[in-house]
């Protein structure tokens, strides 16, 4: 099984109970990023993680990180910013960053529907390199799976 698991399809319809705790218990898997649903011109993505995200930065669109559980870092060129459960922060658009989870973390992110799950760069992992299979999900949307 892959250590990856990433998908904007949205898992969930309108009107629909989310129930995050229980879709993060289920997780088995090192990285894994599910698009929950779309609000407006945004989607709001699950993420369970333990390691270290590829440095990257979205030209157009802003990203709100959101952490449930575990510790999330966010390495800026300049800091580096540490969020525990019930914190947050967002990275403006254009601000290059990696992102990094010591131990198990469940986070929600809030970022533009347009947005690639594995940012801009194949070589997502430190040390780990895999190649994605470029899916379009018929409205235009493409996604990489793992």
């Not at 990203?63 to 300049?78: Q, S, T």
């Not at 973390?105 to 299979?133: C, K, R, S, W, Y």
């Amino acid at each position: 099984m892959s250590t990856t698991t990433q998908s904007i399809w949205t898992r969930h319809s309108i009107l629909e109970l989310i129930d995050v705790q229980d879709l993060a218990e289920a997780v088995d898997e090192q990285w894994y990023n599910q698009t929950l649903c779309r609000v407006n011109d945004c989607v709001v993505r699950l993420g369970v993680m333990q390691g270290t995200f590829h440095w990257h930065e979205h030209e157009y669109e802003d990203e709100y990180f959101y952490v449930i559980d575990g510790r999330f870092m966010i390495d800026l060129e300049a800091r580096s910013v540490e969020l525990t459960p019930q914190e947050s922060f967002m990275v403006p658009r254009g601000v290059k960053h990696r992102t990094r989870a010591p131990e198990r973390t469940v986070i929600l992110m809030v970022e533009g529907a347009d947005v690639v799950p594995t940012g801009d760069d194949t070589d997502q992992f430190d040390g780990e390199q895999e190649t994605p299979e470029i899916a379009d999900d018929g409205a235009g949307v493409k996604d990489k799976h793992w």
